[in-house]
């Protein structure tokens, strides 16, 4: 079973910068896209950037220009490095991993969150 641990989360002033982590460990063969969503209170979840194991990427235009998705497939390890913070990007940040079974049917695994506050 994949487990996903996220990691870097914390306070920073607006238009500073932090850089998450997310480390993967099981059966991660099946998992195509990964990806970073954050959910802030009294919002749903949102996708925030994701990318492929061929390393293509897509960002929400929120933070188009400001954050950077990578990903090492030896390691296991995704990264979210975010510049020019804002105080509209506070929220939990998670980490998912989509994991194809076959049969276009696909299972998703979540981490347990970081949380990301931007305040002076």
């Known amino acids: 079973q994949v487990q996903l641990v996220e990691s870097g989360g914390g306070l920073v002033q607006p238009g500073g910068s932090l850089r998450l982590s997310c480390a993967a460990s099981g059966s991660i063969f099946g998992i195509y896209t990964m990806g970073w969503y954050r959910q802030a209170p009294g919002n749903q979840r949102e996708l925030v950037a994701t990318i492929t194991r061929g390393g293509a990427t897509n960002y929400a235009d929120s933070v188009k220009g400001r954050f950077t998705i990578s990903r090492d497939n030896a390691k296991n390890t995704m990264w979210l490095q975010m510049n020019s913070l804002k105080p509209e990007d506070t929220a939990v940040y998670y980490c998912?991993?989509?994991?194809?079974?076959?049969?276009?049917?696909?299972?998703?695994?979540w981490g347990q969150g970081t949380l990301v506050t931007v305040s002076s």
């Open positions: 998912n991993a989509q994991e194809e079974l076959g049969g276009n049917r696909y299972l998703q695994h």
